[in-house]
């Protein structure tokens, strides 16, 4: 869950030396909760690399409870762990509380570096920021790891006060420099598994067929229709494909997606792995996919001119954009062209005149995407759906695997109208099978909690804006409004990032909740069953449903196993986005070790009472430490988001564009290191 302050306690003020003073306050308000009644809880313990930590509950509406750095009493990052709450929550403060004992521990192996001690025992230095000590390796338990090498290690031992946790090198991955090992040392740090063992590929190999006469029986044949694949340049797995053309009623619009279900069969070894992965993760150098290559870049994947087995999604939509009627088929199709963003967009926004030659035959049908796109994104943005268009990170790598170029991979008109055909489909499947009263799973994001919307009123009212909300909900309309009005403003990241961290995190459930950002009743994910389980289980059950199939006893079945699909699936897709997220961080220290000592220009991103973020035009994000800022104490201002010095008053805030210098890099911990300059 997002915090806007990591401290719950109020303003620190931070002298030069970087001890932190409770303010009077503070001692105030503890005093006032010290004889209120405790209550316990159990929870999964999340470490902060400054000490402290968080314990998230169970229940996903639940806020998280800081944990103190002197209350933590041992408990490791992910471990399973009592709580007793010293202060309830209070006035948009988290609850507090202090670790009372250790259930299970959340971590066994880590990622690090083996430091060579003397000729009988050394120690690791581990990657995970969140866990706090080396790791103390006795003779014989090295594996004879050389100094320098990057290693896995079995944990022994927790250690306790005085003791370092104890542990066996159970793999070498290599020397710390050698190309490709700093991505590796990641894929293990987040137990990603890469390999398929044999039996799964010889699965996927006798899957791996043309489609035949019998494959096509019963199926509405689609192949003459002219369906295109709009992906990136270098996509491999091209799990869906489009086709448009108008009629009486309006335009009909085709979304057909790959039938991944027709090769993986529930409970067979290739569904067991699927599920086990939960979605293809996808890192700077390497693809970890879902199914393996044979079905992913091979059957199921829709490519130009063969013939391929897909469930397709038919709709008629209206002038006005109206969807007003459809059908979900089993098919058969065969794409006529691969498209990718670029020629489309090329196509489509500048009417490039050799690609309008090049792709005469498709460029008429593009056209009237983009309209119909258009027409969409309007009635969607009528009911409020919001749209945050944070530019994403493309990172370019040599031959070594080293990262040469970063900058922002921004959306175009082709990106944005597949998106929209997407949406579509995927919100058609979902009220369909809603109403049907047949289980199932959806994408949910819940309506934000009322204090981080109230924190939010708070924190934009300072730059002018105000958000108008009911007594216990606010509408997504008031979201998208804001955003609307802060386009193109100075202020418009800043604004889009606080507003993003008051929204809860979209997940998988049995219920339709509906989806909060989209401003959807119902929504489902239908259309990447390539890389996505959820979607090859929601495949299942429509194919089930419109061949007759759905009896009691299927219903109980899918019954009894969704909930636990849609919390794994939740869960995988976590690993997923962090293993992600530690590779871009990387890559991006390993970037700026070069820059270091050069000057730029940033925008502060980010304001903690140890410091303040500032983001690069690159999208890169370093921390300026509190205790490099020169010429005064600083206070951090939680209500305004701003630093301010405690006697010449000059302030720092959220927005404010200003200079840096790159002073450290650190691609072990992921940190980049700026601080601010003088002129």
């Known amino acids: 869950m997002f915090s806007f302050s990591l401290f719950p306690e109020g303003a620190f003020i931070i002298p030069k030396n970087n001890k932190i003073k409770r303010n009077k306050k503070v001692n105030k308000e503890r005093k006032e909760h010290e004889h209120t009644e405790q209550r316990k809880v159990t929870g999964k313990f999340l470490a902060h690399p400054k000490g402290f930590g968080f314990v998230e509950l169970e229940d996903p509406d639940a806020d998280d409870i800081f944990i103190p750095e002197k209350e933590t009493n041992g408990a490791f990052h992910l471990d399973v762990v009592d709580v007793t709450i010293r202060r309830e929550a209070r006035g948009g403060q988290r609850c507090e509380g202090s670790v009372t004992k250790i259930l299970e521990h959340g971590i066994t192996k880590v990622v690090g570096l083996y430091r060579q001690s003397s000729e009988h025992f050394g120690f690791v230095e581990v990657d995970d920021n969140h866990f706090a000590s080396d790791v103390f390796i006795g003779e014989g338990k090295s594996l004879e790891a050389m100094d320098g090498d990057k290693v896995v290690v079995e944990l022994l031992s927790y250690g306790g006060k005085d003791d370092k946790p104890e542990g066996q090198v159970i793999e070498i991955l290599g020397q710390a420099d050698a190309p490709g090992v700093d991505i590796l040392s990641v894929v293990r740090e987040f137990d990603l598994p890469e390999e398929f063992n044999n039996k799964i590929i010889r699965q996927a190999k006798r899957a791996d067929k043309p489609v035949a006469d019998a494959d096509i029986e019963g199926r509405l044949d689609l192949r003459e229709l002219p369906i295109v694949t709009i992906d990136g340049e270098d996509a491999l797995d091209l799990d869906d494909g489009v086709s448009l053309y108008e009629s009486e009623k309006g335009y009909e619009l085709g979304v057909h997606i790959a039938d991944v279900s027709n090769y993986v069969k529930e409970g067979s070894l290739l569904d067991k792995e699927a599920l086990k992965r939960g979605t293809s993760v996808y890192l700077a ?203 193109g403003k100075p202020e418009e990241a800043v604004i889009s990032r606080l507003t993003l961290r008051s929204m809860k995190r979209a997940r998988y459930t049995t219920d339709c909740i509906g989806h909060f950002g989209l401003a959807a009743k119902y929504y489902c994910h239908f259309t990447s069953p390539i890389r996505r389980y959820p979607d090859l289980q929601i495949h299942r059950i429509i194919k089930e449903t419109i061949n007759g199939q759905m009896n009691e006893e299927r219903r109980s079945h899918y019954e009894k196993i969704l909930g636990q699909v849609a919390e794994n699936t939740s869960s995988l897709e976590r690993r997923s986005d962090d293993a992600e997220r530690a590779v871009d961080k990387l890559k991006e220290a390993e970037y700026m070790k070069r820059g270091i000592g050069k000057r730029f220009t940033g925008v502060i991103s980010g304001i903690t009472d140890w410091g303040i973020y500032v983001e690069l035009p690159n999208t890169i994000e370093g921390m300026v430490h509190v205790s490099t800022i020169k010429g005064d104490y600083y206070e951090y201002h939680e209500e305004t988001h701003e630093m301010v010095g405690e006697h010449t008053g000059r302030k720092y805030r959220l927005g404010q564009q200003v200079k840096i210098r790159v002073t450290g890099a650190d691609k072990i911990l992921r940190t980049i290191d700026f601080e601010l300059c003088e002129d």
């Not at 944005?416 to 047949?438: C, G, P, R």
């Not at 804006?465 to 606010?474: A, E, F, R």
Request: hydrophobic share 35%.
């Open 285 to 487: 150098d390497r693809v970890i996919p879902m199914l393996p290559r044979e079905l992913s870049n091979g059957i199921c994947s829709l490519n130009q001119g063969e013939d391929r087995l897909a469930l397709s999604c038919l709709m008629t939509i209206n002038k006005e954009g109206e969807l007003i009627d459809h059908q979900i088929r089993e098919t058969v199709i065969r794409v006529a062209r691969r498209m990718n963003y670029n020629q489309v967009s090329r196509i489509i926004e500048n009417n490039d005149s050799e690609y309008c030659r090049e792709f005469a035959d498709f460029a008429p049908m593009f056209h009237k995407m983009k309209e119909l796109s258009e027409l969409l994104r309007k009635r969607r943005g009528a009911r409020g759906s919001i749209d945050f268009d944070f530019p994403e990170t493309k990172i370019t790598l040599d031959e070594n695997g080293e990262a040469v170029d970063i900058r922002p991979y921004e959306r175009n008109a082709a990106t944005k109208l597949i998106e929209d055909f997407m949406l579509l489909a995927n919100e058609t499947v979902a009220e369909d099978f809603f109403w049907q009263s047949i289980p199932f799973l959806y994408r949910s994001h819940e309506v934000p909690d009322m204090e981080k919307i109230k924190e939010l009123n708070l924190s934009i009212q300072y730059y002018g804006y105000s958000l108008k909300t009911g007594q216990d909900k606010i509408h997504p309309k008031e979201i998208q409004k804001l955003l609307s009005e802060i386009e």
